[in-house]
């Protein structure tokens, strides 16, 4: 892969922030294993990608690691072939996140919810598999790494259990993050739920619970060590 960028991004009053960026991307895909879907293939490239993006953000939250109060409203579209390239289509994204503080005990120590929503959506059908949407891991709790996602065909039409991406995603959560000792160890229960179709819908939608810990470490720096288990309750 071959990659270069330019960006500018300005402070818009107190809250609100813009960016813009020309991104230029030369992709090829190689050492692919004979069984992989046809999308695959189809996208091996060489590629040449040119991308303008546009991103608007509106962030309240109160300050960057362990927020307690405040939102983040985020924004973006970026045009894929607007001036050359060998693919053409347009995604759009945007995202919201709520922090509200629930409890607050004798110590300091703040209970904070917080509520996760997006969604974003691909026009056209010529974006390739790796700039496609994919959910799962971190992003999904509960479920493998990109597996939230349709699956590909293989050479011969049978269906393979390969996530090739989508056009249309959406992801609804909630996380309750509570103190367990001092400043240094926190518990979170959570909620995800989202779906990854070719179109607008909630057709195979997915569900997952879990709990998991939250370890801060001074040595390390403000953000925590996050260890989390989810149990996927609708897995499609």
Not at 32 to 61: M, Q
Not at 189 to 194: L, T
Not at 197 to 218: H, K, M, N
Request: proline letters at 6%; a negative charge; charged letters at 20%.
């Amino acid at each position: 892969q071959l990659n270069a960028s330019v960006g500018f991004s300005r402070r818009l009053g107190d809250f609100w922030s813009g960016s813009t960026s020309f991104i230029f991307r030369r992709i090829e895909l190689t050492n692919i294993v004979p069984d992989a879907p046809v999308e695959v293939f189809d996208d091996a490239g060489p590629l040449n990608l040119d991308t303008v993006a546009f991103a608007f953000t509106r962030n309240t939250v109160d300050r960057p690691f362990r927020p307690s109060r405040g939102s983040n409203l985020e924004f973006g579209v970026s045009l894929t072939g607007l001036l050359a390239g060998d693919r053409t289509y347009t995604t759009v994204r945007a995202s919201w996140t709520t922090f509200i503080t629930i409890d607050e005990d004798f110590l300091g120590r703040r209970s904070v919810l917080r509520l996760n929503a997006q969604a974003g959506y691909i026009f056209g059908d010529e974006a390739p598999v790796y700039d496609k949407f994919y959910l799962g891991g971190r992003s999904f709790r509960g479920f493998d790494f990109r597996t939230v996602s349709p699956k590909g065909i293989d050479r011969f039409g049978n269906q393979t259990d390969d996530p090739i991406g989508g056009n249309w995603y959406m992801f609804l959560g909630a996380q309750y993050e509570f103190p367990i000792y001092q400043q240094l160890l926190a518990g979170v229960v959570f909620i995800d739920s989202g779906t990854v179709t070719e179109d607008f819908g909630i057709d195979d939608y997915r569900v997952s619970i879990g709990a998991g810990l939250r370890i801060y470490l001074p040595a390390f720096g403000p953000a925590p060590i996050a260890l989390d288990f989810g149990f996927p309750l609708v897995d499609q």
